[in-house]
C-alpha cells in the first residue's frame, strides 16, 4: 500500500490561521487563503513590479522602453554613493499597506512571502545573491519603542531566499535619533540624515566585496546615501542598495 504523503506545511498554516486569525494587508481577507503565502497571491500580482526599464543607478522606473541603459533625472542631478539600486514594487496604495503591515504593525508572518515576491521581481535575486546584506539600522530609542527592525527582518528573509553565500550583517548603528522622512522634501532629508550613522563597535569589513544595503522603502534615496558613505569610508569598494517599496 502506498504511504499517504501530508502537507504538513498546510496543516500547521491553517492552524495557526485558526488560532491566531490574520488578514492579507491589501485584501484584508484572511490569511494563508492560497496556500503557503501570508498575503493572498493575487493581491501580490496586483502591485506595480518594477519589471520594466529602469535607472542603471537607482533602479528607478523609466518610462520609456530603452535599448541601453539610461540615468534617471534624479540621478543625473545628485548622483548617489551607491553603485546600484533595486526596489522590488511602486508604492502605491496597494504597496504602502503592504509595507505598513511589516513597519508598523510588526507583522513579521508577512515577511514570509519574500520568496513570493522575489520571483515576480525579475533579477533581483542575483542582484543580492552571494552578498553580504547590510540593513538599515534604527534608533536604540525607537528600536526599544518598537520592538523590532524590519529591515533586519527582511534582510534576513532576503538572505534565505537568495542562498548561496548571501549573508546579514547587522553592523550599521543610528548615532542620533532623526526626525521621521515622511513630510520633509529631499534636501530636508539629507540633512536630517547626514552624519547620522556609524560603524557598530567591532566591525571588520576586510574580505567583503559585495555589500548590499536593505530597507523597507526607497524615496529620495537620502538615508541609503548616508549609510554608504559610512561603508565606503570604512574601506568598502563597492556598494549597493535595494528595497522592498519604492515612493
Known sequence: MKAIEIDWKSWKDALVDLIFPGECPICEEGAYLEGSSFGCLSCLDSLIWLNASRCKICGESMPLPIAIELECP???????????????????????????????????????????WIKRSDGFKDFIYNAVLVPVPLHK????????????????????????????????????????????????????????????????????????????????????????????????SKVKVATMGRG
Not at 94 to 107: C, P, Q, S, T, W
Open 141 to 236: 530609542k525607537k528600536m526599544r519603542k518598537r520592538g523590532f527592525n524590519q529591515s533586519v527582518w527582511i534582510a534576513e528573509e532576503f538572505a534565505k531566499v537568495a542562498g548561496g553565500r548571501t549573508v546579514v550583517y547587522d553592523c550599521l548603528e543610528r548615532k542620533r535619533p532623526t526626525q521621521t522622512q515622511t513630510k520633509l522634501n529631499r534636501s530636508e532629508r539629507k540633512n536630517n540624515v547626514k552624519n547620522a550613522f556609524a560603524l557598530r563597535s567591532g566591525t571588520c569589513l576586510d574580505g567583503f566585496s559585495e555589500i548590499v544595503l536593505i530597507d523597507d522603502v526607497y524615496t529620495t534615496g537620502s538615508t541609503l546615501d548616508a549609510c554608504t558613505k559610512v561603508l565606503l569610508g570604512a574601506g568598502c
Open 74 to 116: 534624479s540621478c543625473r542631478e545628485c548622483r548617489p554613493s551607491f553603485s546600484a539600486g533595486r526596489s522590488m514594487f511602486q508604492l502605491d496604495e496597494k504597496g504602502r499597506a503592504l509595507v505598513h503591515a511589516i513597519k508598523y504593525d510588526g507583522e513579521k508572518r508577512l515577511v514570509g512571502d519574500a520568496c513570493h
